[in-house]
């Protein structure tokens, strides 16, 4: 009785999974299971994928406050709530697949909800250190500058892991199961909302349209496989042996997309707070995950490139 209560509590859980391909290992053993458990009280309780999002921000703005004083046990009362923030964020995807309230709002509230996170963590970083470290006391511009070049940075790292691994989702599962957009198609669509009519939503179009051509401008050689597909595959079904070909080459820098999104940035930002050095969490963001996805887009590209020429040459 009890193996039949668990397996279909398992296949439930899993439901609620992207995909194993795409999921981290420190959010397999941790947050998932966490963000489950919140999932299903939000279902029963009524409680929207949404709501828990903008639960989340509040939570990660907390967490960034406390991040400015420079007493410890402050400090991990803020990592405490950036912990519950991010089992919240993933609690809201686990939810909206669960109770399928997919929507363009969520997913956009869903990337802006980290934005408010580290938006705050940062302001705390500078006004920190300009407040408790000689060094930046007398350079109070510095830690500043390097705070605004890190968040560019920091933007433009999360935005092409998400990109990324949309990218492998709709060949591994489909449309249905990736939120790839088309830069294009959004455009489209924007043109046809009105500011005076349909202000909120333009807006919030307006940025993710942006965001979407950022990323597409990253990656042409990418956007060339996509053009290609669509000459080679008029009906939008593409080959098994091509999408299987595709997931060989892309799943093993996946593991890279992971390092750039969450849970590394973390350890990071913890390991600096211990520390009591926080301004090492920006030279980490500029080194270190600069330099993987440097590598990353570096080798989406060549592999983005080589399979254009295969379908040109009718390999697929």
Known sequence: MEKMTRQPLLSNYRSTLKSMDTEEHIDLAFYRPIGYAWACLARKIGVTPNAITIASIFLGVGAGIMFYFPDLYLNIIGMLLLIWANS???????????????SRLGRILDGLSGDFWFVTIYVAICLRENATSPFFIERPWLIWTIAILTGICH????????????????????????ELENASAL????????????????????????????QE?????????????????????????FRDAFRMKSLPLMKYTNILSFNWRTIALFTALFLKMPWLYFAFELTVLNFLLIMMVIRHERFCKQFTIDLKNGKF
Not at 89 to 101: E, V
Not at 194 to 212: E, G, I, P, R, V
Not at 217 to 241: C, E, H
């Open 155 to 178: 933007a433009k790292q999360a935005a092409m892991a998400d990109y990324y691994r949309q990218f492998h989702l709709y060949f591994l599962k489909g449309e249905d199961g990736s």
């Open 187 to 214: 455009k489209d669509k924007l043109n046809t909302l009105s500011w005076k009519n349909n202000f909120w939503q333009k807006l919030t179009l307006y940025f993710y349209t942006n965001y979407t051509v950022q």
């Open 88 to 102: 919240f964020d993933s609690a809201d995807g686990q939810l909206a697949r669960m109770t399928k309230q997919y």
């Open 217 to 241: 401008a990253t990656t042409p050689a990418m956007q060339s496989l996509r053009a290609r597909l669509k000459l080679n595959f008029a009906d939008g079904k593409i080959s098994q042996a």
